[in-house]
C-alpha cells in the first residue's frame, strides 16, 4: 500500500507525495544508487500549472510520486489517478 501526504505551499499550491512501501527490500538493493533519472513535467508560470515528478527504482518501477498543482485534489483520488496512469501504460 502507497504512503502519501499532502502539505499546502505558498502562494495557494498544494503539493503531493506518494511513496511506496518498501520495508521489505533487502537493504544492499536501498543503498545502491538508482539506474534511471526521473521524470520530470514542470509547467508552472505565473503559478498556473502543475508540476510532477516520478521516481524509479532500479527494476524500472515507480518509487515516489511528487505533484504541485494550483487546485486541491483528494489524497486517495490522486493514487487511484496514478495506478490507473500505470496500469494503461503497461498495456501499451
Known amino acids: 500500500m502507497p504512503i ?7 502562494n495557494k499550491l498544494y ?3 506518494i511513496k511506496k512501501n518498501d520495508w521489505g527490500r533487502p537493504k544492499i538493493t ?3 544508487e538508482n539506474n534511471r533519472k ?3 513535467s514542470n509547467n508552472i508560470e505565473n503559478y498556473k500549472g502543475h508540476y510532477l515528478r516520478f521516481n524509479f527504482d532500479n527494476n ?5 510520486v511528487s505533484y ?3 487546485k ?3 489524497l ?3 493514487i487511484i489517478y496514478i495506478y490507473i496512469f500505470f496500469l494503461l501504460l503497461s498495456f501499451h
Open 4 to 10: 502519501g501526504i499532502s502539505a499546502f505551499l505558498p
Open 30 to 32: 536501498m543503498e545502491i
Open 60 to 64: 524500472g518501477l515507480v518509487d515516489s
Open 38 to 40: 526521473p521524470l520530470i
Open 68 to 70: 504541485a498543482v494550483i
Open 72 to 74: 486541491k485534489i483528494h
Open 15 to 17: 503539493y503531493y507525495f
Open 76 to 78: 486517495f483520488t490522486f
